[in-house]
């Protein structure tokens, strides 16, 4: 069984640029959540897609963009980066609207200059 | 969003029990109480959850009290590899993807 999957695992961006994060989840599973994790905080709600569709958002701006594709790859696309989006992102895959565990992959390390 | 408070650290010695508590005074009543632990330079693991009954797996035993604001993940015996950050957060049935997070505990396992 394949595990969740996530690329590049580091990445160094200037302020103003754009990036595309890219997870692949976990055999089975049509549910992908995506988090922000500062350095010493708890990871933060980003978004979920589930079939394809954002189906919950956390409280991050339009800036903040996701697609989940029909395998259930997913990306996560940031525009118009700013120095506090350094952080690192986690995908999660699940069971749709299943209340047992998520899998994370390992994230990505995003840096701002 | 219903949340969740952790002490911000505990120390345990190995092979030695741990008791480690969270608050949730404002869980409705389908949210299920699930616990992660985040190991340095990785994403977060999957310890246990419940709803209203105590748990227990391979990993952990889940105490629910009986209002259920309240919980304990259990390890039963320490190791050094035990030594994360435990997040405990709620998980509600409309949006069962979103996992609020706090800052967790960080726990220490001294040798």
């Known amino acids: 069984e394949t595990g969740v999957t996530q690329s590049p695992t580091h990445l160094i961006k200037t302020r103003g640029q754009q990036v595309t994060l890219r997870c692949s989840s976990q055999s089975g599973h049509n549910t992908v959540s995506w988090y922000q994790q500062a350095l010493g905080q708890g990871p933060q709600f980003i978004f979920q897609?589930?079939?394809?569709?954002?189906?919950g958002r956390g409280n991050f701006p339009p800036r903040f963009s996701g697609l989940q594709f029909p395998n259930y790859s997913s990306e996560l696309n940031v525009n118009a980066l700013e120095l506090d989006d350094s952080a690192l992102y986690l995908c999660?895959?699940?069971?749709?609207?299943?209340?047992?565990?998520?899998?994370f992959g390992p994230g990505t390390r995003l840096t701002v200059l | 969003d219903a949340k969740t408070t952790q002490p911000n650290s505990m120390e345990s010695n190995e092979e030695e029990p741990v008791h480690l508590p969270c608050n949730h005074s404002t869980i409705s009543g389908t949210d299920y109480i699930h616990w992660y632990r985040q190991l340095p330079s990785q994403g977060p693991e999957y310890v246990i959850h419940g709803l209203t009954s105590n748990v227990n797996n391979r990993m952990a035993s889940l105490a629910i009290a009986e209002d259920r604001k309240s919980s304990t993940l259990i390890l039963h015996r320490a190791t050094l590899r035990d030594a994360a950050v435990y997040y405990c957060i709620l998980r509600g049935n409309t949006n069962a993807g979103k996992s609020t997070f706090g800052d967790g505990t960080t726990l220490t396992v001294k040798p």
């Open positions: 897609y589930y079939r394809e569709e954002e189906n």
């Open positions: 999660a895959s699940s069971l749709a609207l299943a209340f047992g565990e998520q899998f």
